[in-house]
C-alpha cells in the first residue's frame, strides 16, 4: 500500500513538518509571554492550559513516532490528542478571554 500522496511530495511531506514545528514554537512562546494581569479566580488557568497542550503535543509527538516506525497507529491515541488539544484551547480561551 505505502503512504498516501502528498501534493509536492518529500517536500510538501517536510514543509507539513516545518509548518507544524513552527505552530509549535509559536504557541510554546505565546505561552510564555507574560501577558495581561489574570483576572480573579484564574490564576491556574495558565498553567493548566500549559499542562494539557504539552501533553496534547506528546500524544501528537506519539502518533508521529508509531507511524514512522510501524506505519499504522491506533485511532485511540489519535481521539486522546485531539481531546487535549480542544480542552487546552478551551482553558487557554477562558484564560485569554476572561477579563
Known sequence: M??????????GRGAAGGAAIARGR?????????????PPGT???????????????LAGLT????????????TG?????AALAIAGLAVLAAWLFAG
Not at 490564576?43 to 503535543?57: D, I, K, M, P, T
Not at 491515541?77 to 490528542?81: A, L, N, R
Open 77 to 81: 491515541v489519535v481521539g486522546v490528542h
Open 43 to 57: 490564576g491556574g488557568f495558565r498553567l493548566a492550559a500549559a499542562v494539557v497542550l504539552g501533553l496534547a503535543l
Open 2 to 11: 505505502g503512504r498516501p500522496p502528498v501534493p509536492g511530495g518529500r517536500a
Open 26 to 38: 509559536a504557541a510554546a512562546a505565546a505561552l510564555a509571554q507574560p501577558g495581561p494581569p489574570a
Open 63 to 74: 502518533i508521529l513516532a508509531v507511524r514512522l516506525w510501524r506505519g499504522r497507529y491506533g
